[in-house]
Nanobody, 120 residues
Framework: QVQLVESGGGLVQPGGSLRLSCAAS????????MGWYRQAPGKQRELVAS???????NYADSVKGRFTISRDNAKNTVYLQMNSLKPEDTAVYYC??????????????WGQGTQVTVSS
């Protein structure tokens, strides 16, 4: 079993910055792609950014140029640096990890979520 714990959310003014962290723990064999998703009230959960084990990244169009995803494989941790935040970035942000116990095995794990509120 793998546990994901997020931190770093909070209240920030428009134009401000926040850095989210997500640390994986438990019985870890191999963590593949890690990502950040968000869900605003009344909306579906959406992908914000993802990063492969090798460092290839993918971003939602709405955050390109403002958010940066990174990871530290030795620490089993993924980060999301969020700059130039907008009110529409307000949501609960969830960390996701694809984990393998053996080659070909893929299991998805989610964190509990961290609230990000962008408001003046």
């Amino acid at each position: 079993q793998v546990q994901l714990v997020e931190s770093g959310g909070g209240l920030v003014q428009p134009g401000g910055s926040l850095r989210l962290s997500c640390a994986a723990s438990g019985r870890i064999f191999r963590i593949n792609t890690m990502g950040w998703y968000r869900q605003a009230p009344g909306k579906q959960r959406e992908l914000v950014a993802s990063i492969t084990r090798g460092g290839n990244t993918n971003y939602a169009d709405s955050v390109k140029g403002r958010f940066t995803i990174s990871r530290d494989n030795a620490k089993n941790t993924v980060y999301l640096q969020m700059n130039s935040l907008k009110p529409e970035d307000t949501a609960v942000y969830y960390c996701n990890a694809d984990h393998s116990n053996f080659p070909g095995d893929h299991r998805s794990y989610w964190g509990q979520g961290t609230q990000v509120t962008v408001s003046s």
